[in-house]
């Protein structure tokens, strides 16, 4: 069994800096690729960025680029999220997933077959 556990979260104000961590252990796979999801209240799951683990090639949603930057470290089997210039739109749970089959760039829920509980990220005004 593979489990996927973020860590840090928490309270920011708006422009600081958070860095989120996703450890994964138990059943070790070559990964295609990781990636980070978020949920607001009331709002559906969204794409946030991904990695390929093999190559490093990175793909982030339209409003996080150039303040989020995803990054993996394959000896460790983490995946991190750091993240920048942090606005209070970005209040949501993160999730971080895996997926271990070729799909291109996956950039929906459905390309992933493992999750982690999620942390949770808030940005005051």
């Known amino acids: 069994q593979v489990q996927l556990v973020e860590s840090g979260g928490g309270l920011v104000q708006a422009g600081g800096s958070l860095r989120l961590s996703c450890a994964a252990s138990g059943r070790t796979f070559n990964w295609y690729a990781m990636g980070w999801f978020r949920q607001a209240p009331g709002k559906e799951r969204e794409f946030v960025a991904t990695?390929?683990?093999?190559?490093?090639?990175?793909y982030y949603q339209d409003s996080v680029k150039g303040r989020f930057t995803i990054s993996r470290d394959n000896a460790k089997n983490t995946v991190y999220l750091q993240m920048n210039s942090l606005k209070p739109e970005d209040t949501a749970v993160y999730y971080c997933?895996?997926?271990?089959?070729?799909?291109?760039?996956?950039?929906?829920?459905?390309?992933?077959?493992?999750w982690g509980q999620g942390t949770q990220v808030t940005v005051s005004s």
């Open positions: 997933a895996g997926s271990r089959f070729d799909s291109g760039i996956p950039v929906s829920g459905t390309n992933y077959g493992y």
């Open positions: 990695i390929r683990w093999s190559g490093g090639n990175t």
